[in-house]
């Protein structure tokens, strides 16, 4: 894990497209703001991972990748 320090008003390049500016600090708490093109997704972590978990779910009660991909063609009715 790279690990930096910053300043308020300081920032982070991430390729060629990704700026990370730490916009506050307030005690334990960092905010940050993220420039980045519109189809790149970007979450908290327990986000996330909440729908990374609805994900499997999903597969698993649809009867695996099999059954979802017969669901989502229409397939499995």
Known sequence: MLILTRKIDESIIVGDNIKITVIEIQGDNVRIG??????????????????????????????????????????GK
């Open 34 to 75: 993220i420039d980045a093109p519109r189809e790149l997704s970007i979450h908290r972590e327990e986000i996330y991972q909440a729908i990374r978990q609805e994900n499997r779910q999903a597969v698993l009660q649809a009867g695996g990748a099999a059954g979802l991909l017969k669901q989502v063609k229409g397939e």
